[in-house]
C-alpha cells in the first residue's frame, strides 16, 4: 500500500495540468480489461469505462458481438445502475467471452449494435487471408503440394492459464518453411463465429476442456472446419507436430 495517496496526487496534478477530460453524457465507450467464462452467469467481462457513462440496458458491442447490459457490479461486487469515465465495472449480457483489449461501445438501439457488430466480423473475415480448408489429416500433404505455408490456429480454452500455457508450447513447434500461427483465442466453448472465422482464413480449431455448441458444429461440418478435442496440453502439442512432420 506504500506511495499509494502520492500516485492518486499525481495522476490528479497531471490531468489537471494536461487537462484530461472525459464526457459523461455521451454514449459510452470504453476497453475490455479482462474476460471469463462463470458457471452460473455466463460470459462475464471487466470493462474499464472511457468515455460517457455505461449504464443498465445498454445496447452494447464488443469486438464482433453485440448485447445488452443485463447487470453491473462495482469493485468491490455491488450490483450498480451505472458507471460514469474512470469506472472498472463487470458486466454481464454478452453472447460469448470477448477478448482482453477488445474496445467496448454503447449504441442508440439493438439493431445500430447488430450492425456495427456485422461490419466488424466481416472485416475480420476480409483480414483473414483464405487459404482453403485444412485438417491436421491433411495437412503434410498440403504442403508438399504448396498450398499451406504455415498452420493457422483458433484456440479455444477453459481458463486464461491453460491458453497461456498452449500459446506457449505452440510458439515453439514448426520450423523455418512451416510454423504454428495463432489466429484467435477465447475462452468458452467453440462458437459459430469461431468456426466462420477458421472458414475464411484456412485454419484447424483446437478446443481445450471445452465443448462446441450446436450451431458451431453444423457450421464446422457445413464449411469442412476441423475442430479438434483436447483435456490434455502434451496431446494437443503432440498432435500438432505429428501433422507438421507427416
Known amino acids: 500500500g506504500e506511495g499509494i495517496d502520492e500516485l492518486l496526487d499525481y495522476i490528479l496534478l497531471v490531468a489537471e495540468v494536461q487537462d484530461i477530460r472525459a464526457n459523461p453524457t455521451r454514449l459510452a465507450t470504453g476497453i475490455i480489461i479482462e474476460a471469463r467464462l462463470e458457471k452460473n452467469s455466463g ?3 471487466t470493462v474499464l469505462v472511457q468515455q460517457g457513462t455505461l449504464k443498465m440496458g445498454d445496447n452494447i458491442v464488443v469486438g464482433s458481438m453485440s448485447g445488452k447490459v443485463r447487470a453491473m457490479f ?3 461486487g455491488k450490483r450498480i445502475q451505472k458507471a460514469p469515465p474512470s469506472t472498472p465495472v463487470s458486466i454481464l449480457g454478452l453472447p460469448e467471452v470477448p477478448q482482453a483489449g477488445d474496445h467496448l461501445e454503447a449504441t442508440e438501439d439493438e439493431r445500430t449494435a447488430k450492425l456495427m457488430a456485422q461490419r466488424e ?13 485444412v ?11 504448396g498450398t499451406v505455408k504455415e498452420l493457422d490456429v483458433v484456440l479455444k480454452s477453459d481458463v486464461q492459464g491453460s491458453s497461456e500455457a498452449i500459446k506457449g508450447a505452440l510458439s515453439k513447434l514448426g520450423e523455418e518453411n512451416m510454423k504454428v500461427r495463432l489466429i484467435h483465442e477465447g475462452i468458452g466453448n467453440v462458437s459459430e463465429t469461431d468456426v466462420h472465422l477458421a472458414g475464411a482464413s484456412g485454419a484447424v480449431i483446437i478446443a481445450f476442456n471445452v465443448k462446441a455448441d450446436g450451431a458451431a458444429q453444423r457450421e464446422a461440418q457445413r464449411e469442412h472446419v476441423d475442430i479438434r478435442y483436447y483435456e490434455v496440453i502434451y496431446k494437443l502439442i503432440e498432435d500438432i507436430q505429428a501433422a507438421l512432420v507427416g
Not at 135 to 145: A, K, P, R, V
Open 135 to 145: 485438417s491436421l489429416d491433411t495437412l503434410y500433404m498440403q504442403m508438399q503440394e
Open 121 to 133: 466480423l466481416e472485416k475480420r473475415r476480409a483480414e483473414a487471408a483464405p487459404l482453403g480448408q
Open 74 to 76: 462495482n469493485d468491490r
Open 43 to 45: 460470459p462475464t467481462a
